[in-house]
């Protein structure tokens, strides 16, 4: 069974770092691209970024970009997101999305989403 699990969100203030992980487990994971989105309260879902199955290939949307980084750990079937000078803006639930199909396919499609954390950047 396909579990993704979300941690590292929290309230934090403009300007400060913050690292989520998504501990993933019931799929071989060094298989398959990552992906994480956000939704914003009120708002629709946000692509964040992706990562390939290996992680020499990262994409970023350009509201983050320069400002967080994608990793992952395959021996340790965990993704991560490094979240550096967060913004109001950053404000939204995070979620942890995997690829339908493995070995990186050329269209984006998803089938498992973890359950999400919350970051919230607040004065």
């Known amino acids: 069974q396909v579990q993704l699990v979300e941690s590292g969100g929290g309230l934090v203030q403009p300007g400060v770092s913050l690292r989520l992980s998504c501990a993933a487990s019931g799929f071989m994971f060094s298989s398959y691209a990552m992906s994480w989105v956000r939704q914003a309260p009120g708002k629709g879902l946000e692509w964040v970024s992706r990562i390939n199955s290996g992680g020499g290939t990262t994409y970023y949307a350009d509201s983050v970009k320069g400002r967080f980084t994608v990793s992952r750990d395959n021996a340790k079937n965990t993704l991560y997101l490094q979240m550096n000078n967060l913004k109001f803006e950053d404000t939204a639930v995070y979620y942890c999305?995997?690829?339908?199909?493995?070995?990186?396919?050329?269209?984006?499609?998803?089938?498992?989403w973890g359950q999400g954390t919350q970051v919230t950047v607040s004065s």
């Open positions: 999305v995997k690829d339908l199909f493995p070995n990186n396919p050329p269209v984006t499609e998803y089938d498992y």
